[in-house]
């Protein structure tokens, strides 16, 4: 009798799910790396795993395949795992920026206005300058843009990295355990 195979996008929410308390751990520890220094570690380490999790998350679908599995529906399932990851740990830094600290903006930007202004660098001098102005005249982005260019950036950026890593899952053939 024979099993039947979860959809793609099945398998992709399903990883989304956890994909989405992953990026949503890297994002807290990027908003925290100005404070904490190892947060900026773990937020690097966090984002250079990202190919490996996906890779792993393909494979296990490959694998349970028994190696049937096509190139489109592995490459959909990586997509479907970046919208569905990259709207969980969305909401939450809406509500995080939006709600909880509202300033969080603000502060990000002043920061980085703080760090050009302390180097020789005059190009950055300027940058901090231009930043200067836009939050003087209130044109710093507001928390949904952020949240959408994001999603928009992880499922763009996915697509590219699951288009690849499908390739890599499926050229690496399967051990057979008969």
Known sequence: MATKQKSVYKRGADDGLFFGIYLIIMFFASAFS??????????????????????????????NDSGTTQ??????????????????????????MQWINP?????????LIDVYMATDWEEGKEIAKVLTKMIEQNLLPTPINI???????????????????????????IKNNN
Do not use: H, N
């Open 34 to 63: 100005m404070a904490v220094p190892f947060a900026g570690l773990l937020s690097m380490i966090l984002v250079l795993g990202v190919p490996f999790l996906i890779y792993r998350f393909l494979r296990r679908s490959y694998v």
């Open 147 to 173: 949240v959408i260019e994001s999603i928009w950036l992880a499922v763009f950026t996915g697509s590219i990295l699951s288009m690849i890593l499908s390739i890599v899952v499926q050229a690496r053939k």
């Open 103 to 111: 300033d969080f903006i603000a502060t990000q930007v002043q920061s």
């Open 71 to 96: 190139f489109s529906a592995l490459w959909v399932q990586g997509i479907t795992t970046f919208f569905c990851g990259s709207l969980i740990s969305g909401i939450v830094a809406l509500v995080y």
